[in-house]
């Protein structure tokens, strides 16, 4: 499905820019890292997305995660459209929300309380203060390359968005707020056991996405996370998974099952909302009593747990669970992987393949990535002629060298078949 003409995108972006910040409503939409413009769309449907000039293209980026299932997977649809019928919020307590917070609790064993808010980066921000209030202490580590969301203290070396236009540390954000934010390297087990020994009783939380997916795809060490848990628990910090990328994709229980590690908190997001604005954070039940009302720390929301999200969230989750596509995504993944490094290998172009189940980032060089760092080395001009190159064989791909992409239950054999094949044509012009 070769594409034609983006006119109307074009017009619609141009007008677009006049009335919003480079004409769009999120950085991570704004192709700034491969040049040109993003693509404007009409709808999505299963693995596709179609924009309005009538293209079509095979969907690698999801609604950057929650689209699991596809576009218009029929029981979120139906859920949507039930609870719209009863009205869209109330501001107030209702039967949903005590369903949704028990799929959460049932299908991530180290959250025994969780509160529902609206985005990922609420979640984020939620769970560093809750973790400051219940330990006392100022300081949080994080890991260059690792996304939190635009939470202030959080938006110091901060991955895709932030790495891709340059701004680490973004104006506004004052020196004041990330003072107490210590980054350090994803994978590097010196520089943690150094830290914590010189300062652990000074650390609230440690926060690290436990597969990242903001720098590509990057995968923790054993030693690594074995490390982290150790070390948080001798200090007395609260180590939380930030799984609002990797939590319900990696696995229905997240990261944490996969690894067999336990969090003390987990921030969740994209999936859980199933293409709606929620987001949630829970986990130990002593440290969320600290949340107020039944603690002192305080947290709200006008239109958290809303009923509109919550049925979707719920219709997701309750898929997810009960016809588990986790074995269908990796057979479907794995067979992209592979025809994606063997199109690079006949077009003689240096990769490395990053993958943890149904996320993955093809990145332009040898190899190993493990932190922030050797991320870096990319060829990112070779990637954005690959972007490019795959955009106008319908191939939808994330928009940045940093970025992981998503395969979804709704990609067929021979979508991914297409794919590649759309690669083996790209690559060696690319050379
Ligand atoms: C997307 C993301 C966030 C932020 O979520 P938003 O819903 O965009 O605010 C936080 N953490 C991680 C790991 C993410 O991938």
Redesign the pocket.
């Known amino acids: 499905m070769t594409n034609n003409s983006r006119q109307n995108s074009h017009k619609v972006y141009q007008r677009a820019q006049q009335l919003m910040p480079g004409g769009v409503n999120s950085a991570a939409r704004a192709f700034g890292a491969v040049g040109g413009e993003p693509i404007v769309f009409e709808k999505g449907e299963g693995a596709y997305l179609q924009d309005i000039d009538g293209n079509r293209y095979i969907d690698y980026i999801g609604s ?2 929650p689209m699991i299932l596809g576009h218009q997977f029929q029981a979120v649809k139906d859920a949507v459209h039930l609870a719209v019928e009863r009205g869209t919020s109330f501001g107030a307590p209702t039967v949903a929300e005590n369903q949704l917070a028990e799929l959460i609790i049932e299908a991530v064993p180290s959250v025994e309380m969780v509160r529902l808010v609206n ?4 979640a ?1 921000m939620s769970a560093i203060r809750v973790a400051r209030g219940f330990t006392g202490r100022d300081q949080v580590v994080k890991f260059a390359g690792n ?4 939470v202030d203290s959080l938006l110091v070396s901060a991955g895709s968005a932030a790495a891709t236009l340059s701004v680490p540390n973004s104006p506004g954000v004052t020196e004041g707020t990330t003072r107490d934010t210590l980054v350090l390297n994803y994978n590097d087990c010196e520089q943690l056991a150094a830290t914590f020994a010189e300062q652990g009783e000074q650390i609230a939380a440690v926060i690290l ?1 436990p597969v990242c ?2 720098m590509g795809c990057v995968t923790p060490t054993p030693e690594f996370l074995a490390m982290l848990r150790q070390l948080t628990e001798a200090a007395g910090s609260v180590l939380i998974f ?1 799984e ?2 990797c939590g319900f994709r990696v696995a229905y229980s997240g990261a944490q099952s996969l690894y067999g590690v336990t969090p003390d908190m987990t ?1 969740m ?2 999936i859980v909302g199933g293409g709606l604005p929620l ?1 949630a954070f829970g986990g130990r039940r002593d440290i969320m009593q600290h949340v107020l009302p039944a603690g002192k720390v305080f947290q709200a929301g006008t239109l958290s747990g809303n009923p509109i999200a919550t049925a979707a969230g719920i219709a997701m989750l309750t898929a997810l669970r009960d016809s588990p596509p986790y074995d269908y995504l990796e057979q479907v993944s794995q067979q992209l992987a592979d025809g994606l490094q063997s199109a690079c290998r006949s077009a003689g172009i240096e990769h490395c393949l990053n993958r943890v189940g149904s996320m993955m980032t093809l990145f332009f060089q040898s190899g190993p990535v493990t932190d922030w760092d050797t991320a870096a080395k990319s060829d990112v001009a070779r990637f954005g002629k690959y972007f490019w190159g795959m955009i106008e064989q319908g191939v939808y791909m994330p928009c940045s060298q940093f970025e992981a992409l998503f395969v979804s239950s709704q990609h067929s054999s021979d979508d991914i078949a297409a794919t590649i094949e759309a690669a083996q044509k790209i690559l060696p012009e690319l050379k």
């Open positions: 950057w995660g985005s990922g980066t609420e984020t996304y939190h969301g635009h996405e997916g903001n930030d609002v990328m921030t997001g994209k987001g």
